[in-house]
C-alpha cells in the first residue's frame, strides 16, 4: 500500500483532530482529571472554587471538541488549504496552553509548546498545497 506525503499530512491532521475531541471529552467527563494537563491541582471537593474549576474545564472541553469536529469537517471536506489554517491555528491553542502553565504553575510548558512547531509545520504544509 502506498502514500502520498499529501494523505500522510491530512491523516496526521485528522489525528490531531481525534486528540483534541479526546482531550475535550476527558475534561467534560473527568474535569479534575483533565485539569491534570496543566498540572493544576482541584480545589477541595464541595466548595464553591471547585464548582468554578470544573465548569471552566467542561467550558475547555467543548472547546477542544468544537476544535476536533471543525479539523474533522475540514478534512472530509477536502478543502486542505482550510484544513492547514486550522491546525496552524491549533498551534497558537497549544501555545496559549503553555503560556497558562508557565505563568499559573511554573512549569508544565513544554509538553504544551513541543506542539507547536509540528503543528505549525503541517498546517503550513497544507496550506501550501502538499495536502493534494
Not at 500500500?1 to 491530512?10: P, Q
Not at 481525534?18 to 467527563?29: C, Q, V
Not at 476544535?67 to 498551534?91: D, R, Y
Not at 491553542?93 to 508544565?108: I, K, T
Request: hydrophobic share 50%; charged share 10%.
Amino acid at each position: 500500500m502506498s502514500y502520498t506525503f499529501g494523505a500522510v499530512l491530512v491523516g496526521l491532521a485528522y489525528l490531531f483532530g481525534t486528540g483534541a475531541m479526546a482531550f475535550g471529552l476527558n475534561a467534560i467527563l473527568r474535569p479534575t482529571q483533565g485539569l491534570s494537563f496543566f498540572e493544576l491541582k482541584p480545589p477541595k471537593q464541595g466548595t464553591p472554587e471547585r464548582t468554578t474549576v470544573e465548569a471552566l474545564m467542561v467550558i475547555y472541553g467543548v472547546r477542544d471538541v468544537f476544535m476536533g469536529f471543525v479539523v474533522w469537517i475540514a478534512g472530509l471536506s477536502g478543502s486542505t488549504q482550510t484544513l492547514g489554517w486550522i491546525i496552524l491555528a491549533g498551534s497558537g491553542v497549544a501555545l496559549g496552553d503553555g503560556y497558562v502553565c508557565l505563568r499559573f504553575v511554573g512549569r508544565g510548558q513544554g509538553a504544551h509548546w513541543a506542539c507547536v512547531p509540528v503543528y505549525a509545520i503541517i498546517g503550513g504544509l497544507l496550506i501550501l498545497g502538499w495536502g493534494s
